[in-house]
């Protein structure tokens, strides 16, 4: 298996402009998260979907924010408009869930790493 | 709500020497740990969990954890450290209460292990 995979690993850009990332799961698995990682504040659970429905979104910080997953395959986190706070590494993640011999534990992608002038 | 805590940002120790990492956890039933490692520029990576059973439980790369449950917590351990594990460990945990769906993993802050040769 390939693993989560992530893309762009770099992406950088000015204040203002749209930034879309994007995540392919493992297959089979039907979670999907996306955290973000920054010095300050660690490691934050921005959203998560299960079965391609958001189930919690309480993690991301302003509307500027949207995360969609259009198919078990896919998922984007759009940040619209960027700010030079928003300069961190995003990582997707997915996961089978508990129960069916499964544990839960999370598999993750190797990040985006955003940087806004 | 389930919490970890990770005491240490940072962990120094010499090669050849043993290492611990030091997590607690707060959890409302049981709880579901795991030891995840950041290598720089990559995302983190499944070492070890504790579901139930036996309170050792051995992971990737030589690590090993101890569930000790009077004292809350789930210290990372290697006999015998290498320059090689010199890397950022977080610590999660899942609230194993059943008939809430699926439960989010929360993640310490994380511990910066420096291996000196």
């Known amino acids: 298996d390939a693993g989560v995979i992530q893309s762009p690993r770099h992406e950088v850009t000015e204040m203002g402009q749209e930034v879309t990332l994007r995540c392919k799961p493992i297959?089979?698995?039907?979670?999907l998260f996306w955290y973000r990682q920054t010095m300050m504040r660690g490691l934050e659970l921005l959203i998560y979907?299960?079965?391609?429905?958001?189930?919690?979104d309480s993690g991301m910080p302003e509307d500027r924010f949207s995360a969609k997953m259009p198919n078990a395959s896919f998922s984007t986190l759009k940040i619209q408009p960027s700010e030079p706070r928003d300069s961190a590494v995003y990582f997707c993640?997915?996961?089978?869930?508990?129960?069916?011999?499964?544990?839960?534990?999370?598999?993750f992608g190797e990040g985006s790493r955003l940087t806004v002038l | 709500a389930q919490s970890v805590a990770q005491p240490e940002d940072q962990v120094n120790v010499a090669e050849g020497n043993p290492l611990t990492v030091k997590c607690t956890y707060s959890?409302?039933?049981?709880?579901?740990l795991f030891w995840y490692v950041q290598y720089p520029n990559r995302g983190l990576q499944f070492l070890l969990k504790?579901?139930?059973?036996?309170?050792l439980v051995k992971g990737s790369y030589g690590f090993e954890a101890e569930f000790n449950k009077s004292q809350t917590s789930f210290h990372l351990k290697k006999p015998s450290a290498l320059v090689s594990d010199s890397a950022l460990y977080f610590c999660?945990?899942?609230?194993?209460?059943?008939?809430?769906?699926?439960?989010?993993?929360?993640f310490g802050t994380g511990t910066r292990l420096l291996v000196s040769p």
């Open positions: 993640a997915s996961s089978t869930p508990r129960g069916r011999g499964r544990t839960g534990e999370l598999f």
């Open positions: 297959s089979g698995h039907d979670y």
């Open positions: 979907f299960n079965n391609n429905v958001p189930i919690d």
């Open positions: 959890v409302s039933g049981n709880p579901y």
């Open positions: 504790y579901i139930t059973g036996d309170n």
């Open positions: 999660a945990v899942r609230d194993d209460e059943e008939n809430t769906g699926f439960q989010k993993l929360v």
